[in-house]
């Protein structure tokens, strides 16, 4: 079976976007460095303490969840290097390729950690664009993309720990309804601050851990654009105190400015009595 193209944090930008664009994923090994990855896992192991498996509710979601895995935001809460990670210039890289060619910008989507308990099974094969499916799915296969996501290991992340599973290449797939099959997928196993760089439109799931008493640390951090409705409530996680000292593309990533389409049509969004503003 065919091994996901990975590069090193440093190689040349077009080749690897050009490995997105034809696999819907990459692995960038190192994407974020020794101290930072290994202060981020530090604080989300000991919080994950406190945190239950599973998640809430009836029907789909609990099991799409996983009921022996760990999900938690508010990754900054927890330590500053996650507003290091927020920065990290491979995926600001991607995210302008990706996704500013279609909007004025774009702002944070997810930044969660992810922790696969022992004996959990694999995740359902399923594409992140869907959670905007009254957009995507009218459009398909020719919309663009809408979100881009990184899967960032916290410790080194095998198959058997459940390393997520990717289908290389359904990205471009004319039948969206089309699930393929869990045998055509691949494992992007990956070392401590690697990451698995990936296409909204790409089907994926976690994988199983089939470990007895280990867990899969990883965090999920991605992007959407900017016009549409982020799957966590950044925004409302930090005050603009507590980020007056970030970049203002940071500012800007946690919700904490006005969206402005230009150079494209469409009229500004998430303003303060018809103005723009920014914390």
Request: aromatic share 10%; hydrophobic share 40%.
């Amino acid at each position: 079976m065919a091994e996901l193209r990975r590069f090193a944090r440093e190689a040349d930008f077009g080749e690897m976007l050009a490995a997105f664009g034809e696999d819907g994923a990459v692995i960038v090994e190192s994407m974020v460095q020794g101290d930072t990855i290994a202060a981020m896992r530090d604080a989300v192991v000991a919080h994950a303490d406190a945190v239950e498996p599973g998640s809430r509710g009836d029907g789909f979601w609990p099991t799409f969840h996983g009921a022996a895995t760990k999900r938690f935001t508010h990754l900054g809460r927890l330590s500053p290097a996650f507003f290091d990670i927020l920065a990290n210039p491979v995926m600001e890289a991607f995210g302008d390729a990706v996704l500013l060619p279609r909007c004025g910008s774009y702002w944070l989507n997810t930044a969660q950690a992810m922790l696969i308990g022992p004996g959990e099974p694999a995740q359902v094969p399923h594409r992140d664009c869907g959670n905007w499916n009254n957009y995507v799915i009218p459009q398909w296969p020719d919309v663009p993309e809408v979100t881009v996501s990184a899967m960032i290991a916290l410790d080194q992340t095998t198959e058997e720990l459940g390393a997520t599973r990717v289908i290389p290449g359904s990205h471009l797939w004319d039948d969206y309804r089309e699930g393929g099959d869990p045998g055509a997928s691949i494992a992007a196993e990956l070392m401590p601050g690697s990451a698995l760089v990936y296409s909204g439109k790409v089907l994926h799931g976690g994988g199983a851990n089939r470990t007895g008493d280990r867990w899969r640390n990883a965090m999920h951090l991605s992007f959407v654009l900017g016009w549409l409705t982020p799957e966590d409530a950044n925004s409302m996680q930090y005050t603009a105190d507590e980020i007056a000292h970030l970049p203002e593309r940071s500012k800007r990533l946690l919700g904490h400015s006005s969206y402005d389409p230009g150079p494209h049509h469409g009229g500004r969004l998430w303003l303060k009595d018809f103005e723009a503003w920014s914390a």
